[in-house]
């Protein structure tokens, strides 16, 4: 074929396929995920796949995306990081004799949630002490919009020391203490120890300082300011607040949410994307190209040969693959590369392309133009790539796209019986995690419903594609 | 070629494949055994020796002597596990147990039941009781909507079938039962998350409406996810035959128009819709493997979760060995339905795509 040849038959072909509109959409939908695949480390982060097999520190555990707030009456935090440049600084290093030395920072948070932050972590304050024997003291204390003043922590600070106020049992008893005041004595005196243990500690410092405060906290909302001291008592200790984090850990988090490992979702999808596409388009290139090339083969050999080649084909079709690609992918114990799950699938797919492409290249055989050649001395080869491959390719580009959604299908339900690869990030993953940890009775939707959307999504693009090629490029199939 | 060779020839072509899939499995599975009982082994003695202190004892001043005798004991119990002999003849052992049905034991009771095969034979009937019946909505309804759409080429139900079949064969079946147990299990409350009965299952008739009662969601999420393909095929071959020569004669002599659809074209399309109708039955068992272990349905499914989950690799193997076989069984009777249905199917033109 010469290049004019093809510039024209693709500029027909264009024409045809412009008149499908479900073809065009999933051509939009394509691109759609090409773009997504691609910008994967750009929309979210790098090292994400590194990143996924471990414990997302610091992110709060399974909770639903911020849009949620929009379906809710009870509007609930997001998840906020606060860094040094958000903190006041008021006093840095003072001198307060006796070689003790004074810091202190402010922070403020604004509530305008009926679901307060779940917890508040304050770390990596850069601490250095002369003498670790003697460890310097921190005092957190709150005041609240309505005056209230809580004096939240008052203890040591050692280096890399971390406070999660929320788990704290001295922020507990002090919260408890000071909540008392407002409570109905006779709640207290009823409820006693289980009160203060079932209490949750940051509903109950950003409530309303009414009764019912420690049974049934009522949000209040405003500006709540943190203030933050410091004490060192040795000479030459060293305090270094530009490192510092305070976490507000969110009732919301992201655009998906997080799982229980903290993993936040909308990562895990947009990566998810390059796994589907890679494994789906080359399972179904390379079963096609194995597919045709033996179909045409055997065609084109004829006798015995064609007769044991259909032999052979029919023994591997009758293997059920999805029971023996779970046993194989259990006999390499979980550790199964994603190529070994692309090989194993074009290993098992191929046979069905194959005994098409016979049947259609035994009729091209029989046509008068291709005697002609043969009788004219044309050379096998010539035949096959010049006469018969030609003829075959529209079909063959037909059956890959037709056989993605399979593909991903497959991949995903391996991933989903815990037989993926564990290095690689897979929707089919992130819902085998949901299954082990019943997301669906826990009612933990946005784990549930995203990673199954986007598999859908990838294998509709594929079979809109596939069927609309298919009509353009089988003409037989016009009519119907 | 008569029909009694044809049937010969299926059958022996799938013993064949039953042969070969196992031994290719029991290749797999007699490695992964080895390392198993190998750890176990080391486990026993050390269990053994904290048994028996004064052996310890003795032993733990003589290296030597301990080494020695802890050689012996390995050997001795990798005799007992029948390791000393030849790969090869184990895993033709192996093979040859598998095709007897003696699967083995598994290593904790699953259905209160250790024996593989009572296991599997817990199980099939449940996975039976489930998929029957949904194939048999989806059929049903699949052979109507495709019937309908076929003879309305075009209109609105017919576009609506096509875009309903593409969807839903795009959605992974187990994903969207996640979502039944998530909407109607959860946020309603209507249906049970899993499992056949409810604990403790009740007695007497109230049992079998309990199963019903369980039944509702896998079936649903089953037919949900399954009749638009099934209407989309039905239609595309009726469209195929109404454009038969022989349609058109009956047309012309005025045959009514409803007699036309089912007495004729229907009855010219049966033969592949039988088929498919078996095949799709295969295809639900592959898709039923992971659904059956969203809803906790004690079937074939679960009991390949549950043996992944718990690495009983005998379990597997017995459970895998079941699937094969009845998946070549049903493709027998495909075939030879196709035969009999169709008298110009020869041996070769077997119907596995």
């Not at chain 1, 948070?109 to 307060?116: G, R």
């Not at chain 1, 594929?462 to 009509?471: A, C, K, N, P």
């Not at chain 2, 080429?153 to 147990?181: E, H, K, N, Q, Y």
């Amino acid at each position: 074929m010469r290049w004019v040849d093809v510039k024209a038959s693709l500029k027909d072909f264009w024409f045809e396929f412009r008149r499908q509109k479900g073809g065009l959409f999933g051509l939009a939908l394509l691109f759609l995920l090409i773009f997504t695949a691609l910008a994967a480390p750009y929309i979210t982060e790098p090292d994400i796949p590194k990143k996924w097999t471990q414990y997302w520190e610091g992110n709060p555990v399974t909770v639903p995306p911020v849009w949620y707030n929009y379906f809710t009456t009870k509007k609930l935090a997001p998840h906020e990081v606060l860094t040094a440049n958000d903190l006041r600084i008021t006093a840095d290093g003072q001198d307060i004799g006796g070689g003790m030395k004074y810091y202190s920072f402010e922070f403020t948070y604004e509530n305008n949630y009926d679901v307060p932050p779940s917890d508040i972590i304050i770390r990596n304050i850069g601490v250095k002490l002369a003498d670790l024997t003697t460890p310097a003291q921190i005092v957190v204390t709150m005041i609240r919009p309505d005056g209230n003043k809580i004096e939240l922590l008052n203890t040591e600070l050692r280096e890399g020391s971390i406070y999660q106020l929320a788990k704290d049992g001295k922020v507990k008893a002090a919260v408890f203490q000071w909540a008392s005041q407002f409570e109905n004595p006779e709640t207290i005196a009823e409820g006693g120890e289980t009160l203060k243990n079932t209490m949750d500690t940051m509903k109950v410092i950003f409530a309303k300082a009414q009764e019912g405060i420690l049974t049934n906290p009522e949000a209040l909302k405003g500006t709540y300011t943190f203030q933050v001291e410091i004490f060192t008592f040795t000479e030459g200790d060293q305090v270094d607040l530009s490192t510092t984090q305070i976490i507000l850990s969110g009732r919301t988090y992201g655009l998906m949410g997080t799982d229980y490992k903290a993993r936040d979702l909308w990562a895990g999808l947009v990566w998810g994307t390059r796994v589907s596409l890679t494994v789906g388009v080359t399972v179904a290139v390379l079963t096609v190209l194995i597919g045709i090339f033996y179909g045409v083969t055997s065609a084109y050999l004829g006798g015995w040969k064609d007769e044991f080649m259909q032999r052979v084909n029919e023994f591997w079709a009758s293997i059920p693959t999805l029971p023996i690609l779970i046993l194989l992918g259990a006999a390499f114990k979980g550790h199964v590369s994603l190529w070994t799950i692309v090989f194993l699938m074009v290993a098992f797919y191929w046979t069905g392309i194959a005994k098409v492409a016979r049947s259609m290249a035994l009729q091209i055989k029989e046509q008068t133009y291709v005697e002609a050649a043969i009788a004219l001395g044309a050379g096998t080869g010539r035949i096959i790539f010049k006469h018969i491959m030609p003829q075959i390719m529209p079909y063959a580009f037909a059956a890959m796209a037709l056989n993605v959604p399979g593909a991903v299908l497959t991949e995903a339900s391996l991933s989903f019986l815990g037989l993926g690869d564990p290095t690689a990030v897979t929707w089919g993953q992130i819902l085998y995690d949901a299954q082990t940890q019943s997301a669906t009775i826990n009612g933990y939707w946005w784990w549930v419903i995203p990673p199954g959307l986007a598999i859908t999504l990838v294998a509709f693009t594929f079979v809109l594609i596939g069927i609309s090629l298919d009509r353009v490029l089988n003409p037989r199939l016009k009519r119907l | 070629m008569g029909y009694g060779k044809y049937i010969a020839i299926r059958l022996l072509n799938a013993l064949l494949v039953l042969a070969l899939v196992t031994l290719l499995v029991s290749v797999l599975f007699t490695k992964v055994a080895e390392e198993d009982i190998k750890s176990s082994i080391h486990e026993q003695i050390g269990l053994y020796l904290r048994g028996n202190p004064e052996l310890a004892r003795a032993l733990s001043q003589d290296p030597e002597k301990y080494h020695e005798w802890y050689q012996k004991e390995y050997e001795r119990r990798l005799k007992a596990y029948g390791l000393d002999k030849p790969f090869m003849i184990r895993v033709l052992e192996r093979t040859k147990d598998t095709l007897m049905l003696n699967f083995g034991n598994t290593k904790s009771p699953i259905f209160g039941e250790t024996a593989v095969s009572k296991i599997i034979s817990k199980a099939i009937p449940r996975t039976v009781i489930l998929f029957t019946t949904a194939q048999i909505f989806v059929i049903l309804i699949g052979l109507l909507l495709g019937v309908k759409a076929a003879q309305m080429a075009g209109s609105i139900l017919d576009r609506g079938v096509s875009i309903v079949a593409m969807v839903t064969s795009s959605i992974p079946m187990w994903w969207f039962g996640m979502i039944m147990i998530l909407i109607f299990s959860f946020k309603m409350g209507w249906f049970p998350s899993g499992g056949m009965t409810s604990t403790p299952p009740k007695e007497g008739f109230a049992y079998y409406l309990d199963v019903l009662y369980h039944m509702v969601l896998p079936v649903t999420t089953i037919v949900f996810v399954l009749f638009g393909g099934w209407a989309w095929t039905t239609r595309n071959i009726m469209i195929g035959t109404m454009q038969e020569d022989f349609i058109m004669a009956a047309r012309a002599k005025g045959v009514p128009e409803r007699k036309v659809i089912y007495g004729h074209a229907l009855r010219a399309s049966a033969p592949p819709i039988v088929t498919m109708t078996i095949f799709s039955l295969l295809g639900s068992i592959g898709g039923a493997i992971i659904t059956e272990s969203v809803f906790n349905w004690p079937g074939m499914g679960r009991l390949y979760w549950t043996a992944l989950q718990q690495n009983e690799t005998r379990l597997l193997m017995g459970v895998t060995f079941v699937t094969v076989a009845l998946y070549l069984i049903a493709m027998i009777i495909a075939d030879l339905a196709y035969g009999y249905l169709d008298p110009r199917v020869k041996v070769g033109a077997s119907q596995s795509t």
